[in-house]
């Protein structure tokens, strides 16, 4: 008979070795390229938030800058001796503020003319109204000016979220403008009541033009803070922010009042009150205004922490998942190899007869065609019967 031949065992290919480690890496490689990307997002995010505060700081140290230098201006102006005091302790304070953080926000150049400045406005001599008006002026335009460049350095003018961006435009930009145009409006006023009468018409233009570049910002102020206290998620920000809001409002209309010239003239004295009225209610508006800018600056840092965390643990469990995964094949292959290295057990031929099967005749017994008769029980082998047949007892 034919017998088949055994199986040989097939030994496993170079793809099937290194399929379980592709298969690891495919899932692998895009699920680290998602958590790096989302790291790197949250990173970027934390850091801008982190130095938006910076900004925030610097602007809290030039208010009373701001502040300072307004009141110095009126009272240069109206002819009364200028506190140095309070102008000297700002400046210091911005100095230190600066010598901390002003090489980070690219603002120690511009700071170093601006204190220069103000020291020399400190140092100088009171002259004519009309030339300290000018001067004054040309610091106090510098000083707008590094407003602008601690928000743009610090990032403050790409706030994402809309709330913090109003909060950062009306602290960062409008209240110091307002302020700033409505200290020269009224001492604008003060020195129109002295100028000749030739000069009334130019007073005029010019009390115009100044009364509008303080009425716009103080407006936009308004309007931006009741916008984000609008879309704020916070429960705070509209019960610290609108009573200080609603008490600079009030102050402000009673300045464009007094402002408004009635027939070609205008009450300096009315107006130098609602002057101190608005930057009275400025000073106490400011700090709220940062302070819960601030907070939200803190609150987005730490929700930014949570996301990390989140991305840390996603990421963890992913390569532990990976890494039972990868065990689990690598078991697979390595059961796979023992099974390939065995030995094959040898071919058996279908006639072969396991040894000591005892249900199974003896080597050498012939065929099963080739079986003996069976004889009766109890008879003998007799040669000579062997001779007839079985009807020769009927012949």
């Given at each position: 008979m034919t017998v088949p031949a055994p199986r040989v065992r097939r030994r496993p290919s170079m793809v099937g070795r290194l399929l379980p480690l592709l298969l690891i890496t495919a899932l692998l490689a895009p699920v680290g390229l998602l958590l790096t990307q989302t790291w790197r997002q949250t990173g970027d995010d934390r850091d801008l938030a982190a130095r938006e505060r910076l900004g925030v700081q610097y602007l809290r140290a030039l208010a009373p800058v701001t502040g300072a230098l307004v009141d110095a201006q009126s009272a240069a102006v109206g002819g009364r001796p200028v506190s140095r005091e309070a102008l000297t302790r700002a400046v210091e304070e911005a100095a230190a503020v600066d010598g901390r953080i002003g090489a980070e926000l690219r603002s120690q150049e511009r700071w170093?003319?601006?204190?220069?400045?103000?020291?020399?406005?400190?140092?100088?001599?009171?002259t004519d109204p009309e030339s300290a008006y000018t001067a004054y002026g040309e610091v106090?335009?510098?000083?707008?000016?590094?407003?602008?460049?601690?928000?743009?350095?610090?990032?403050?003018?790409?706030?994402?979220?809309?709330?913090?961006?109003?909060?950062?435009?009306?602290?960062?930009?409008?209240?110091?403008?307002?302020?700033?145009?409505?200290?020269?409006?009224?001492?604008?006023?003060?020195?129109?009541?002295?100028?000749?009468?030739?000069?009334?018409?130019?007073?005029?233009?010019?009390?115009?033009?100044?009364?509008?570049?303080?009425?716009?910002?103080a407006t936009d102020l308004v309007d931006n803070l009741r916008a984000a206290v609008d879309s704020s998620e916070s429960t705070d920000l509209g019960a610290n922010v609108l009573t200080p809001l609603d008490t600079y409002q009030r102050s402000v209309e009673a300045l464009a009042a007094s402002s408004a010239p009635a027939a070609g003239t205008l009450d300096p004295a009315r107006l130098a009150a609602a002057r101190l009225d608005?930057?009275?209610?400025?000073?106490?508006?400011?700090?709220?205004?940062?302070?819960?800018?601030?907070?939200?600056l803190v609150e987005r840092i730490d929700g930014l922490d949570r996301d990390r965390w989140v991305t840390i643990g996603a990421g963890a469990a992913a390569v532990l998942l990976l890494g039972w995964l990868g065990a689990l094949l690598t078991a697979a292959t390595r059961r796979a190899r023992r099974r390939a290295a065995m030995p094959a057990p040898p071919a058996q031929s279908r006639d072969s007869t396991p040894p000591g099967d005892p249900w199974q005749p003896p080597v050498g017994?012939?065929?099963?065609?080739?079986?003996?008769?069976?004889?009766?029980?109890?008879?003998?082998?007799?040669?000579?019967?062997?001779?007839?047949?079985p009807f020769d007892a009927a012949r």
């Open positions: 170093a003319g601006l204190r220069a400045k103000l020291e020399a406005l400190r140092d100088r001599v009171p106090s335009d510098l000083l707008l000016a590094l407003h602008r460049k601690v928000r743009e350095s610090s990032g403050l003018v790409r706030d994402p979220g809309a709330d913090s961006f109003f909060l950062q435009d009306s602290a960062g930009q409008e209240l110091p403008e307002a302020v700033v145009s409505a200290g020269r409006l009224a001492d604008l006023g003060t020195l129109a009541a002295r100028r000749p009468a030739d000069q009334r018409t130019r007073s005029l233009l010019e009390l115009t033009g100044l009364r509008v570049a303080a009425l716009t910002p608005a930057h009275t209610a400025a000073l106490q508006l400011q700090p709220v205004i940062l302070g819960e800018l601030d907070a939200l017994a012939g065929r099963p065609g080739d079986a003996r008769p069976l004889q009766p029980v109890g008879a003998t082998h007799n040669p000579e019967s062997a001779q007839w047949g």
